[in-house]
């Protein structure tokens, strides 16, 4: 059994009715003529096309790097497997 503090009780209980209450003015909406969807708005891809590029900058990025080995970052093993 749940053990609610009794100063607490009153809380919860208005909290639960307010759902309750929610729960029917959802339940009394007509919906008949309303298309199932999956979204509620429609939706476009916003990502960017993927295009390589040229980058430069990898002295830079890995100059801000904790260890670094062979101009790549150094990690440390994952799942405690060895190097």
């Known amino acids: 059994m749940l ?3 009794e100063d607490e009780l009153a809380t919860y209980t208005e909290q639960l009715a307010a759902i309750l209450e ?3 003015d959802v339940e009394a909406l007509d919906i008949d003529d309303v ?3 999956h979204h509620p708005y429609p939706l476009a891809n916003v990502f960017r096309d993927d295009v390589v590029e040229a980058f430069d900058g990898r002295a830079e990025v ?19 497997e060895e190097p």
Do not use: D, Q, Y
Request: charged share 15%; net charge negative.
């Open 35 to 37: 298309e199932p969807t």
């Open 62 to 80: 890995l100059a801000n790097a904790p260890a670094e080995e062979g101009g790549m970052f150094r990690v440390p093993p994952a799942l405690g």
């Open 3 to 5: 053990a609610i503090p």
């Open 22 to 24: 929610h729960a029917n």
